[in-house]
């Protein structure tokens, strides 16, 4: 087929030679929407073609009207559709090549195509791969999904695979491909050609407040035993002090018994009026008073001391959920009445 032609040519070839074919016309008003950079690169590249070979102009030509209909396609009923369409025409490999190319302009995210995907199904498919590959899967994935399969994971999965989540920084594109390669096999590939940021401590803390109580603190044990410094930082992050708002009126009241007046006023000195009223009206209005005057009397306070006040209140509402005084409410728990 024509299309073949253009596939041992660089990208900058194509266009140069595309960009010939069109003519000075056209190709003026294709250099008004570039860089400067990409203008003086083409240039360049126009100014080494000696002359144009016409089986691959019409090579490149044919490529960019595929590519101009994928566009199409993924336009009207996003990338599946794409493919499908481009399969019935153009066969598979070729259709799954055109998508693959368009991904990075389009900033499809890896495994993009099994976002929606049902979690059990995604669980049976990945749980036999290595825990590098899953983690780099659920960090693709939007934090409930992961949760969810993170919670029906083997049990000496669950914190190598979390511990591997929190620790990734940014992917290398062809270690992207090669795993998409492999579950393409089923579904189809996608793929971004630039390096992505996915994972971090912040990723499995989402992740991890969404599981249910069990599987969290065993979790947190054995990055407690194999990385106490992760595990620390973490924690810290689970449960942060806005959060008080989601415990019940009486466990409020509960921690509130265990605070010092003097800190809970430092800690309410940089929080929203939600937060506020949450604790106000969890307290006698003498108490109540009591406070405003402490958090008004107390004046300019440093951020990083008010932090250091949240936190250590953060860690008593943790120490009282430990010993299952106060219960934060989780994903992935079912609710009970007793």
Not at 82 to 106: F, H, P, Q, V
Not at 228 to 249: C, H, S, Y
Not at 314 to 323: P, T
Request: net charge negative; no cysteine.
């Amino acid at each position: 087929m024509v299309h073949q032609k253009s596939q041992s040519l660089t990208g900058k070839r194509k266009a140069a030679i595309f960009l010939i074919s069109m003519g000075q016309e056209i190709s003026a008003e294709i250099f008004k929407h570039l860089r400067d950079e990409e203008i003086e690169q083409l240039t360049l590249e126009i100014a080494r073609v000696d002359r144009v070979d016409p089986q691959e102009r019409d090579a490149i030509l044919v490529e960019f009207q595929e590519m101009m209909l994928a566009q199409e396609f993924i336009s009207q009923g996003g990338i599946e559709y794409a493919r499908e369409i481009l399969e019935k025409a153009l066969g598979s490999d070729r259709a799954i090549d055109i998508i693959n190319r368009l991904t990075t302009s389009l900033q499809v995210r890896p495994f993009d195509f099994i976002r929606n995907a049902d979690p059990s199904q995604l669980l049976n498919f990945i749980q036999g791969e290595h825990p590098q590959t899953i983690a780099l899967i659920l960090s693709y994935l939007n934090p409930q999904t992961s949760s969810q399969i993170l919670v029906h994971l083997p049990d000496e999965l669950q914190a190598n695979v979390a511990k591997r989540i929190a620790e990734m920084d940014r992917t290398s594109p062809d270690i992207i491909r090669d795993i998409e390669r492999v579950l393409e096999r089923k579904l189809s590939s996608l793929v971004n050609e630039e390096y992505t940021s996915a994972g971090g401590i912040d990723a499995i803390v989402e992740v991890l407040n969404l599981v249910d109580r069990t599987t969290e603190k065993s979790i947190i044990e054995a990055l407690e035993e194999e990385d106490p410094e992760l595990a620390e930082e973490i924690k810290k992050r689970m449960f942060v002090f806005e959060d008080i708002t989601l415990l019940t009126d009486r466990d409020i009241q509960q921690v509130m018994r265990e605070v010092d007046t003097k800190e809970l006023a430092l800690a309410l000195k940089a929080v929203d009026d939600a937060v506020k009223d949450k604790i106000f009206n969890n307290m006698s209005k003498r108490a109540a008073a009591m406070l405003r005057e402490d958090m008004e009397f107390m004046g300019p306070v440093r951020l990083r001391d008010v932090e250091d006040a949240q936190q250590r209140i953060v860690n008593i509402i943790r120490k009282l959920e430990e010993q299952g005084d106060i219960v934060i409410a989780r994903g992935g728990e079912e609710e009970l009445v007793v």
